[in-house]
DNA sequence: CGTGTGATTGACGCCTGTCAACGTCTGTGG
DNA sequence: CCACAGACGTTGACAGGCGTCAATCACACG
């Protein structure tokens, strides 16, 4: 079980943004060479807060969740990792334990490149050190604003900001419905609240006609005007 | 006004950890040659949020404070640059606009590197490369660990743990006093709440002897219950 | 000495976290 | 097929943390 067709590197180049799309043929067939791939399935733990880990992931489908546990181990969801996004990479960068846990919340099939790999590549092939360097950079950039939300919106405005970053991330289908499925729990750990919380404030949005709630699934009825409360006093 | 010796990188490399520890010679040179210094006095604006800028600034002495602004104009103080620390290369590895302001609040020395020499750098010395990015992934965790203290701690907790930051960032002296000037609003724009908690937890932690106040002077009595403070359900 | 900025204190009330109880759904085992 | 357990979702009650407003004080500076 958990075999599956391993995905060649040529071919994601073609299907997303690879953080590979800079390498020459030849490097390209050593990261093909070197990678092992395969499915994970949900609940997965991908790495671990804390451990040391000897390599990163490219994402070739699902998704994972990246979350440092808090107080009295309160999950706290850092981002989401997707088709084309790395994983991992961070802390062999900044040589430190990993200092967040990576968990799998839909079936993925990711690749696994050593960290040799990595550093090699950063050496030789300068166009990929600057797209490390720059999913970096912009990882920080969000943070930042992720942290200026947490400090100064309250909790409606915060729910608010993460159904429209969730929408931009995960997109609605035809319906409009949220392509992810979290629980009332996992909702409330984005927005850094209790799980009440979010239950209250979601069926308010419900009565308001901006969302349409449906079990999990989350349908997203009016984008402007849910922008408009994450961005009240702004 | 504002002439002031130019710091020699040379020199700079023996006095701290320097961004530019791993370049030849001839690399030094022409940094030392391509820079511009001067010294920038309390209050003034080095780059504001949403410009673009066209290089980054390496700190010689003096502290400057790095915020967001945020709902009706509030000040987020996402992080203090102080000698050693390079300021404004974020926006420019991501090639976006700077997505926050830096204000002197301590005067400073500062040379200012046109971008053009930190690719052309970057390009030429993996070891300064992998310095950078280093540097952007360490301030990448620590953004994120600051993200889960402001979803989970409350405001108590979030002061003792500045007050501790503080501490290790700029020192205590022989009476260990702080050594960095910040207005009650200042402290109540890091720690994320209004400036009168901030003045009324102030107060708590002296009269249970934990800090003592002399104006804007704070005095750190015990480190030790502070860090319980902050980490008290962790 | 007037003016302005920052610090402090008190009053007040809303937001939001916590606790408890109950409803819903799914899968499992008898 | 039914009973049950367990996870998740929902609702209500309640209290306390913390933000807001207003008044006053302290201090520096022209």
Redesign the pocket.
Known sequence: MNKIEMPQCELCLHHFNSVFKNLNSEQLESVNFEKSCRLYKKGDIIYHEGNRTSGFYCISSGIIKVFKTGIEGREQIIRFVKKGDILGYRSLISKEAACSTAKVIEDAVMCFIPSEILFSLVKSNIDFAMEIMQRTAKELGESNKLLVDMAQK???ERLASVLIMLAETFELDDNKILQINL???ELANIV??????V??L??EFKQDDLID?K??KIIIKNLDELEEISTMYL
């Open positions: 309250n909790v409606r629980t009332r729990e850094g609240t209790a799980t009440e919380s239950i209250r979601l069926s709630l079990g999990r």
